[in-house]
């Protein structure tokens, strides 16, 4: 059991008050399957922004990237750089035609309904290949999250593993189950506020304590030069173009996650876009900034290095504040966590009840039905997700790394491109969804030379390719989708 037990429980069972608290209150907004899936598109910017920021970081922001900081140093600042690029060019690019596109289009709520309406295509695959490939990854993805949740309570709070990933579980369902949409977002400006509190309090408090910025970095000095010089790794060798390349088409990923893109899709106006991009671009570069910060402190104030580098926020938070403080600090590791597994899920369940069951049933459903429909499905993709996780030793955390390629090769590609171009047709819809996930599955088999380059890069620039070649090459599908993407983009400019 860890010495901080009974202040970090008390931390988490008030934690556990405000989030199931917000899931009640969400619950009586919640009427119908756009308010489950979507809130009713009624977000404001900065809930919208913020919400999209939280869902998107997961506990890599707390756990991951300050552990990739504390062993590789200034390195780790290429992929933060290229996150913060991708998370501007997501919201400049994508999210004002976006929220336009998919409310003109009889309210499509999920991408793959997005992508068959934008195209008139009235043959089931675009639509169930886009579902598919989204149950895919994020089941996977999902269950990563109950395996790191499963591990964070069984090293702080001394719970057993299984008995962890239960209660994680039980916590996520109950809001998600019953709030839907407007719970998960409203957790999640919760739970995005106490990370960037905690990424914040962490560095701070360490400086302090050292003697200031300038001994922080004397000590890094002494301890490895090398991490602090931007172009070569901790060993000193120079960073080749495929290394910072791969780390730099991280951002590449933003263009094709359904968590994030719902976001946009359910601001409460197309013209609050602005607003919106600049609350969460500034919200999340900063926290990636601040969690590379956490691993440089932790090289600069632990004298002995870590066994697991991943842990450096855990320790430096049960070292420098108070036993209650630490706690609450250390609940915003679990808020990380919840706030992208509870998206993911629900976006899973959106494509299942939205988008795969219609098409079994042969039959268009209600909006109560697909609510029902919806909230089922997520109860049974989180008992499918927390199979996988039992396995404390799982190597399913070694899949996660193709979620956010795969998700960003084969969905990126034919969102961004349908949004600006108006020859773009299904059949090149299909191929790059199809290329894009393909591509990310063999590169990521492959090793040495062209092939250590991150699979998300290739994945991306051929299925890009696909979708433009593709759509020369093939008639569009249904009378009057040329007229319709122009009205859309008529739309667009009175909007501007």
């Known amino acids: 059991m860890s010495q901080l037990s009974l202040p970090t429980t008390v931390a988490f069972l008030l934690y556990v008050i405000i989030v199931l608290a917000i899931g009640v209150y969400a619950y009586t907004k919640t009427k119908d399957a756009s308010d489950y899936f979507l809130g009713g598109r009624k977000l404001s910017p900065l809930v919208s922004a913020i919400s999209a920021s939280a869902s998107d970081m997961s506990g890599w922001i707390l756990l991951g990237l300050p552990g990739y900081a504390y062993l590789a140093g200034l390195e780790a600042a290429w992929i933060t750089l290229g996150l913060m690029i991708g998370v501007a060019a997501n919201w400049l690019l994508m999210a004002k035609r976006l929220r336009i596109y998919t409310e003109m289009l009889d309210d499509a709520v999920t991408i793959p309904a997005y992508l068959q309406r934008r195209f008139n295509d009235s043959k089931v695959w675009l639509k169930s290949i886009a579902a598919l490939s989204i149950l895919l990854f994020f089941l996977f993805y999902v269950a990563s999250g109950l395996i790191a949740g499963g591990k964070l309570f069984n090293v702080v709070f001394g719970l057993d593993y299984y008995i962890a990933v ?15 949409f407007l719970a998960v977002s409203w957790t999640d400006v919760f739970q995005g506020s106490l990370m960037l509190i905690a990424l914040i309090a962490v560095p701070v408090l360490v400086i302090g304590n050292i003697g200031g910025v300038s001994t922080a970095v004397a000590q890094i000095d002494a301890a490895n030069p090398q991490l602090l010089n931007l172009f070569t790794s901790a060993t000193g060798e120079p960073l080749g173009w495929l290394a910072i390349i791969s780390l730099l088409g991280w951002g590449l990923g933003y263009f094709g996650q359904p968590h994030i893109l719902a976001r946009f899709k359910a601001l409460r106006s197309a013209d609050e876009t602005g607003v919106a991009a600049g609350i969460g671009v500034s919200w999340a570069s900063f926290g990636y900034l601040m969690a590379i910060l956490v691993g440089l402190c932790g090289v600069a104030y632990l004298n002995e290095p870590l066994a697991d580098p991943e842990k450096v926020f855990i ?37 299942l009840a939205e988008d795969l069951y219609p098409l079994l049933v042969k039959k268009s459903l209600s909006a109560e039905k697909r609510m029902q429909i919806g909230r089922i499905a997520v109860v049974v993709l989180a008992v499918v997700a927390a199979s996988l996780a039992m396995d404390p030793e799982s190597k399913v955390l070694d899949v996660v790394s193709y979620a956010w390629a795969g998700l960003g090769a084969s969905l990126g590609p034919a969102i961004l491109i349908s949004l600006y171009w108006r020859s773009m047709t299904a059949q090149g819809a299909l191929a790059g969804v199809l290329v894009g996930a393909v591509t990310v599955i063999a590169w990521s088999q492959l ?45 667009l400019r009175d909007r501007a």
């Open 166 to 180: 239960f209660v994680g579980v039980v916590l996520i369902l109950f809001y998600t189950l019953f709030g839907g």
């Open 447 to 491: 090793s040495g030379g062209l092939f250590d380059l991150y699979e998300l890069v290739p994945g991306f620039t051929f299925a890009s390719l696909a979708v433009v070649l593709v759509s020369l090459l093939s008639p569009a599908v249904g009378d009057g989708v040329g007229t319709q993407f122009d009205d859309m983009c008529a739309k």
């Open 315 to 351: 320790t430096l938070t049960s070292l420098v504040f108070h036993p209650l403080v630490a706690g609450i600090l250390l609940a915003a590791i679990l808020a990380a966590i919840m706030s992208t597994v509870d998206s993911q899920l629900l976006v899973c369940s959106a494509a």
